[in-house]
């Protein structure tokens, strides 16, 4: 077990950036359910296992997507919520956290509004792909949105996006990790609540997607992470007919382009956030329940 978070949590995409994991907005909960998005911005350090409140991002989020590239954190897309009646508005805006001053700045919006993405950080750049775009410049409904293929990076010292080869399947709450130099995407959903188990690696060097081995089972709402040359995948839901919370989790083997089986989570939760650092995963936030119910505080380590 790791230390809690400050507040319960689920719909979040930590990062690890100057050796602290910081996690900012995501849906928060009382009493384990949710109340709206948050604005609030932590960073763990692992040495001390204490959670450190730093400036709140300019609004209220959930599903924003944070990234640690040249040095620099960022803040990219996500909903926002101006009302109970309109949850999921889509944002295109980007944030860049100032680490000296505690602050965040504007950067350069995405192209389009964009959530429940995947990202990473190859030499190349950062790279943005997937997830959910609006139906139309009303939509502020889950069911108002498509699914995207939609791949952007931004290349080292640039601050403006380019376009990349699109994602092969659209899909939204997917996972991706990062191996020599190849962005992974594994499992998702479509808008139509049907679980994905499709996984595909992005070559820069070609601007190329290929297709790799799919997850055993098709999740979505998972988290993934690498170590040593390893891509982990862990838990999320099925929201459609088959409507559970999976415990189940997997090591993929990119050199034999298999899956095996690692113990079930202990704690099986979806819309959880997972970060490597120094051959451990941190597993953190969630909900145990489908939706929005059973949000946690937890955090589990797992040793890779």
């Known amino acids: 077990m790791g230390p809690e978070l400050p507040l319960h949590l689920q719909e979040i995409y930590p990062a690890l950036h100057r050796g ?39 609004k209220a989020l959930h599903h924003p997507q944070l990234v640690s590239f040249g040095g620099e954190l960022y803040c990219l897309g996500g909903f926002t919520s101006p009302s109970l009646s309109r949850i999921w508005v889509m944002s295109g805006e980007a944030w860049r956290y100032d680490d000296s001053n505690n602050s965040w700045n504007e950067f350069t919006a995405l192209p389009s509004p964009a959530a429940e993405c995947m990202a990473g950080v190859l030499t190349s750049g950062l790279h943005l792909c997937g997830g959910r775009k609006p139906g139309d410049e009303k939509a502020s409904r889950w069911e108002e949105h498509l699914d995207t293929d939609m791949h952007i990076s931004c290349p080292p010292g640039s601050q403006q996006w380019e376009t990349a080869a699109p994602l092969p399947v659209a899909r939204n709450s997917a996972a991706a990790a ?42 979505a709402g998972l988290a993934a992470a690498s170590v040593a040359g390893a891509l982990y995948a862990f838990g999320g839901e099925a929201i459609g007919e088959n409507r559970r919370v999976f415990a189940e989790s997997w090591r993929y083997d990119p050199a034999s382009d298999t899956w095996s089986p690692l113990p079930d989570m202990p704690h099986p939760r979806h819309g959880l956030g997972a970060v490597a650092l120094d051959g451990r995963i941190y597993l953190i936030g969630g909900a145990l329940s489908v939706g929005g119910k059973d949000t946690s505080d937890l955090v589990e380590i797992f040793a890779a």
């Open 178 to 219: 990062v191996i020599d130099d190849r962005l992974h995407v594994v499992g998702g959903r479509t808008v139509k609540r049907v679980n994905l188990a499709d996984h595909h690696v992005y070559d820069p060097a070609e601007d190329r997607w290929r297709t790799a081995a799919p997850m055993p089972l098709a999740q």
């Open 20 to 58: 602290r994991i910081h996690l900012a907005g995501g849906f928060r909960a009382v009493l384990g359910q949710i109340t709206g998005p948050t604005d609030r911005h932590y960073a763990l350090d692992p040495a001390s296992g204490h959670w450190q409140v730093l400036a709140a991002l300019p």
